[in-house]
């Protein structure tokens, strides 16, 4: 085939293509006489993979909170000059991707509440299936004007939560806290505090991961373990599943909400998590691995090199190139600098064909059967440009190997898939994927392969996207959506001001005002 630019290859490998986004990310430290705000800022970097639309973090010094958050990743949103303003002996933290609401800044965390002592920052990793419900919860509670940040446009769960945390002067935070997140359905993460203590909450259910780490002087809460690692703190365990975190001066106490019932997600092992993340006792590194060596015991195929979409499907090839007995090679390179770019490229840069993320090393593909493995396939496009681009590079015959079942039905609980109708694999059969692609031949991996590959029991583990089987019960379809609160006639009516609602001298004020 003749080399030609496709001129559809960009960042993405295909406009207006993404894969499935991550949830978002939290951290949080209590950790009197040092910096939070920088441990804040290295741990969220830590975790930039699960979020890259905006990012903020909140400090307290005993007194007061100061919040500062912005679009973009947390590189650009934060300077030594930020950071050092951002003084306390506390911090939380959060990266974002949406699930819920906009792409605003609005919309940004940590989100900030008043309480009937002082304020609440809040983050937030996960999903709530019962938005509308608490909704109607806010209002009973406190009104039907919206106060807070959701008078200042905010469209997330997130900021119904921190609406919740509100109390009333008979209970403190901890107390007003137990009391609202049993009223809680769906994926929650949570890290929050007020001015003098850390907290963390996790789901009863676990969907998402959130651990607990020490400091010399203090403690760490996180989303994933490498973010522990950078900040030097030492892991401890995992906030369980239905647990409130308490710390402060008094040290950490714990407290269940509500019993454990663990349904983790499956994919964070397949995708979402970084491959030196540790959930629930299992390498995530070692578990994609594994899933490469059943996928070549599952769909074995004669061919001359592995090689892997770079990075999430690294572990996964060299696992299928050390079960098959294949040499396992680097077929793509990948742009290690490369943004997500705004810039249009012109009509004749996209007859050159532009291929910012993903370019291949023609001298190692040239005339070669390949295996190619991958962690997902969600619409298609890409793998269809990638094959196009590995055929013109040379490449005899192109075999993929998909280290996920079908993707078949939409996540509720914290990852933005595309559409149940775009979703390739919910109109045709693995064969017909694999003609519509151009590849010689498609295996996906089989559900009970990757679930095997975990290390954990199936009957603790979320596949809804694989199978549609959801273990945390789903309201009716008009109460379900991305922009549900984005609707104008919700039962919270028109705002006010919304600043009425943060204390004088608590430091909320300002940070509800975009810089």
Known sequence: MATRGDGL???????????????CGVFGVWAPGEEVAKLAYFGLYALQHRGQESAGIATSNGEQILVYKDMGLVSQVFDETALNALTGHLAVGHCRYST??????????????????????????????????????????????????????????????TALLAGDDDHTLEATALEVLPHLRGAFSLVFMDEHTLYAARDPQGVRPLVLGRLERGWVVASETPALDIVGASFVREVEPGELIAIDEEGLRSTRFAPVERAGCVFEYVYLARPDTSINGRSVHAARVEMGRQLAREHAVDADLVIPVPESGTPAAVGYAAESGLPFGQGL?????????????????????????????????????????????????????????????????????????????????????????????????PDEIGQSLGADSLGYISTEGMI????????????????????????????????????SELPLGAPEDGLRSIAVGAGGGGALQHP
């Open 9 to 23: 290859l960009n960042h993405d490998l295909m406009p207006g293509e993404k894969g499935p986004q991550d949830a």
């Open 100 to 161: 819920t609401g906009g792409v605003t800044w609005e919309n940004a965390q940590p989100t900030l509440g008043a309480t009937a002592a002082g304020t609440v920052a809040l983050g937030h990793n996960g999903n709530l299936t019962n938005s509308a419900a608490l909704v109607d919860l806010v209002a009973e509670r406190y009104g039907s004007q919206r106060r807070g940040e959701l008078a200042r446009g905010n469209t997330t769960d997130t900021a119904l939560v």
């Open 333 to 429: 390179t990948k742009n290690a600098y490369v943004g997500r770019t705004f810039i249009q490229p012109s009509d004749t840069l996209r007859q050159l064909g532009i291929r910012l993320k993903l370019n291949p090393l023609r001298d190692v593909i040239r005339g070669k059967r390949l295996v190619v493995v991958d962690d997902s396939i969600v619409r298609g496009n890409t793998q269809r440009a990638l094959i196009r681009m590995l055929r013109e590079a040379g490449a005899a015959e192109v075999h993929v190997r998909i280290s996920s079942p079908p993707v078949k039905w939409p996540c509720f609980y914290g990852i933005d898939f595309a559409s149940r109708a775009e979703l390739i694999a919910n109109g045709l059969s």
């Open 452 to 487: 095997s590959a975990t290390e954990q029991p199936s009957s603790q583990l979320c596949a809804a996207c694989f199978t549609g089987k959801y273990p945390i019960e789903l309201p009716p379809d008009d109460q379900l959506g991305k922009n549900l609160l984005e609707q």
